[in-house]
């Protein structure tokens, strides 16, 4: 999943990428491809302010843990997690609360290139991350849906405040 959205984020050129992978060899083949930066984990918190945590719900804590001592030090970065079964509440208890975060379940939408894809932030945050996030949403092509949809959205999901989006991506 990492995959498809680093490609995603190359295409739009307009923030640097920095890719970083479990396996080191892995992000710098897939760096190359893409011409963004591969770096290590450490590097992705210690520079980037947005941060697509793609690792398996279980890895979440301990790659938290191992980037603790830079979390400490950084102003608010907004940690967008896309691990099934791991709530808002748990992830913002695994770091300090001026960290943002979003959960997003994007599978299926990124890996046929269309669909909908539900996000949702912490309530408390949602004015801070609402308008950068839909901006950023609407530069890769992918147009809200509101009205009845969204409450469907928030049926399925739990997650309120809940907001879907048809996203077109070409990758």
């Known amino acids: 999943m ?4 680093a490609t995603i984020a190359a295409k739009l050129e307009t923030y640097p990428v920095l890719l970083a992978n479990r396996t080191h060899e892995k992000a710098v083949n897939l760096a190359e491809n893409l011409n963004v930066t591969a770096v290590t984990n450490s590097q992705v918190f210690e520079q980037a ?7 398996k719900p279980n890895q979440i804590q301990v790659l ?3 980037n603790e001592h830079i ?7 907004l940690l967008i997690s896309m691990a099934a079964g791991v709530t808002l509440e748990q992830l913002q ?3 300090d609360i001026r960290h943002r975060w979003i959960r997003m379940m994007p599978n ?7 669909g909908v894809i539900s996000f949702s932030p912490r309530k408390k945050q949602l004015n801070k991350i609402k308008k ?7 530069r890769v092509n992918c ?9 469907c959205c928030y049926g399925i999901s739990r997650l309120w405040p809940s907001f879907l989006f048809i996203c077109l991506l070409k990758h």
Do not use: A, K
Not at 49 to 55: R, S, Y
Not at 143 to 151: K, P
């Open 108 to 114: 299926t939408p990124l890996e046929v290139s269309e």
């Open 93 to 95: 208890s695994m770091t």
């Open 71 to 77: 979390l400490q030090r950084r102003e608010s970065i």
């Open 2 to 5: 990492g995959s498809v959205i």
């Open 132 to 138: 950068s996030f839909f901006n950023y949403c609407n």
């Open 49 to 55: 302010n947005v941060i697509f945590l793609g690792v």
């Open 64 to 66: 938290l843990e191992e």
């Open 143 to 151: 147009n809200r849906i509101t009205g009845s949809s969204n409450r």
